[in-house]
């Protein structure tokens, strides 16, 4: 396996990074997650132009223009052999001292790495998961934007620790008013009759590349797609829920803090939108 890591490629063994990095001492850095279907690049500029935004919004220079961050994605898929692939570009602050100040820091490091797919168990989206809601808090869209995708994952690994203490694999967060923000590393919708909704960014959900494929799809097939807020009790009330993510693609919810949704089983909404998703990202996808 080639990762690539600072203009040129090395063997996985090989990739290291400084432990004065400041990715590595405070999260200083961005990241993205992308994924290859049978060749295909899925949604890969919308992917380069969230880690440029998330990059410039705490002001983190990426050596490399957009078209040869995409180039470099591309090679190192080409690098590997890859079809089917999990992509994950890393930006860090690079090498810097012990102090916080960003400026110390000289270079970005550069890193891309690119998995063969490990794909969810098929039987997940066979019968849908159980999740819960945690006490964790989505961070004030104010304080630290959820639409940057930083290093900084220190909530949403709460969030999957107490999911984990609770028996389940994964758990919603709410913003500081209690509205549903979004998993931890997943987007969340819920069905009521003809009525698609999900949380709008700025309750404090990071806009999901693979939410806004699902809410084009949703409103192309005729649903009353809308974002909007909701609390818990439209989430336990709803006919349908699941969840949205370039790993994840879209998951059924069939139970949430024990209340079961629906007939407890994925709802046919959310197998429907599954299986136009699985369409588009072979017929939409750049070589
Ligand atoms: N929310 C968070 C916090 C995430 O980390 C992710 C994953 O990238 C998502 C939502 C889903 O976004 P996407 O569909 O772009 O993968």
Not at 48 to 61: G, N
Not at 187 to 210: D, M, R, S
């Amino acid at each position: 396996q080639w990762i690539y890591l600072n203009d040129q490629f090395v063997k996985k063994e090989d990739a290291k990074i400084s432990v004065y990095d400041h990715g590595f001492l405070y999260g200083d850095g961005v990241f993205e997650g992308i994924r290859v279907y049978d060749g295909n690049v899925f949604r890969l500029r919308e992917h380069i132009d969230r880690l440029y935004q998330s990059a410039k919004s705490i002001m983190l220079k990426i050596p490399y223009s957009e078209e040869e961050f995409i180039d470099l994605i591309v090679q190192t898929i080409e690098k590997n052999n890859l079809r089917d692939a999990y992509i994950r570009p890393v930006v860090s602050r690079g090498v810097g001292d012990l102090g916080l100040d960003p400026f110390n820091c000289k270079r970005a490091n550069v890193v891309i790495i690119a998995e063969p797919l490990s794909i969810f168990p098929k039987e997940l989206y066979e019968t849908g998961i159980e999740i819960v809601t945690v006490a964790t808090r989505r961070n004030r869209p104010d304080v630290l934007s959820p639409k940057v995708k930083s290093l900084n994952y220190l909530n949403n690994i709460l969030v999957k620790l107490e999911a984990h203490l609770a028996n389940v694999s994964e758990a919603l967060m709410l913003n500081d008013q209690g509205y549903v923000a979004e998993g931890s590393a997943d987007n969340v919708f819920i069905i009521k009759g003809n009525k698609i909704l999900t949380p709008p960014g700025y309750i404090g959900a990071l806009e999901g590349i693979t939410r806004s494929v699902i809410i084009e799809i949703a409103t192309n097939l005729g649903y009353e797609m809308k974002e909007e807020p909701f609390t818990r009790h439209d989430v336990y009330t709803a006919d349908e829920v699941f969840l949205t993510g370039t790993a994840a693609e879209v998951i059924a919810v069939v139970k949430v803090d024990g209340r079961v949704i629906g007939d407890g089983i994925p709802g046919q909404h959310t197998q429907k939108l599954l299986k136009v998703f699985r369409e588009k990202v072979v017929s939409d996808g750049v070589k």
